[in-house]
Each structure stands twice: as C-alpha cells, then as structure tokens.
C-alpha cells in the first residue's frame, strides 16, 4: 500500500519506560507514529546507531537504554 514508510521491521513497539527516548526521536523525525504504531524515518535509518532499539530496546549485550540518548 502506499504511504507505507520503509521500515525493518514495519512496526516499533515500544515499551513505557522509553517514553521519553520516542519524544526525542519524534522531535528528531527519528520515527513517525502511524495507526498500527511507530515507524523509522528513512533519516533514522542513515544514522543506524539506533538500528539495536528495534530489539526491544536493548543492545547486543543486553544493557537498557534508559540513560542513551538520540539527539547527538
């Protein structure tokens, strides 16, 4: 369908606790909220530093994202 951004994994879910962290990617048009959720923005995806926050918000080495920040 058209309108559809290109995204990895179409939808990012998110839990709660990154609240904070998606205000600050929305702000950075990082990702766009759709009906079915939170898609990444074609610029989120040229940066790729937060291609590990798909995963549930966590890193390979499993640590939380709670003190990461996206804006720099």
């Keep these: 369908s058209k309108g559809v951004p290109f995204t990895p994994n179409r939808n990012l879910v998110t839990p709660v606790k ?8 929305l702000e950075k048009e990082l990702i766009e909220k759709f009906q079915d959720g939170y898609h990444l923005t074609r610029k989120a995806l040229k940066l790729g530093k937060i291609k590990h926050f798909l995963a549930g918000g966590r890193t390979s080495a499993g640590a939380t994202h709670d003190d990461e920040d996206f804006t720099g």
Excluded: P, S, T
């Design 18 to 25: 990154h609240e904070k962290i998606i205000k600050q990617m």
